[in-house]
């Protein structure tokens, strides 16, 4: 009875863990509540597009990541930080170089759309990825909702 009584304990508490936090972020071994608290922490601010709600963030070596599920159910990644430079290490074999409120981004892809897009404004750099490909039009209205 003993065992029955602490495997549910163990549960319930595994339970309220999942359930309390919404977003939990971690950075150099530290744990913030919420996107504001990264923020402070990275000296900078990064825009999350109107309407998600639940995100997954992270900051590592300058940068603020953060993650979610688009309405498509896609995965989208969007990075901002203080580098010099946007690197590029995976190679799509289409690649397009557009104008978008002011700033050339670099938009990378395949045959069926696009999958990236990295560009820098004033002394930041950013990047935004998705596993699912975008048309141009889905890419340019993401990046523009960024800036």
Do not use: H
């Amino acid at each position: 009875m003993k065992a029955i009584k602490f495997i549910s304990t163990i549960i319930a508490v595994i339970l309220s863990l999942i359930f309390s936090a919404v977003l939990s972020i971690t950075a150099n071994a530290q744990t913030f509540e919420s996107l504001a608290a990264i923020e402070k922490q990275a000296g900078f601010e990064i825009n999350v597009p109107e309407g998600v709600d639940e995100i997954d963030a992270a900051f590592d070596n300058g940068r603020i990541t953060v993650r979610y599920t688009g309405a498509s159910g896609e995965e989208i990644s969007i990075s901002k930080s203080k580098a010099d430079d946007v690197s590029e290490n995976e190679a799509f074999n289409a690649q397009l170089t557009e104008e978008i409120d002011g700033c050339e981004v670099q938009l990378r892809g395949t045959c069926s759309g696009y999958y990236r897009a990295s560009w820098r404004s004033g002394n930041y750099s950013y990047t935004v990825s998705s596993d699912c490909s975008m048309s141009l039009e889905e890419m340019e209205n993401m990046v523009s909702s960024l800036m």
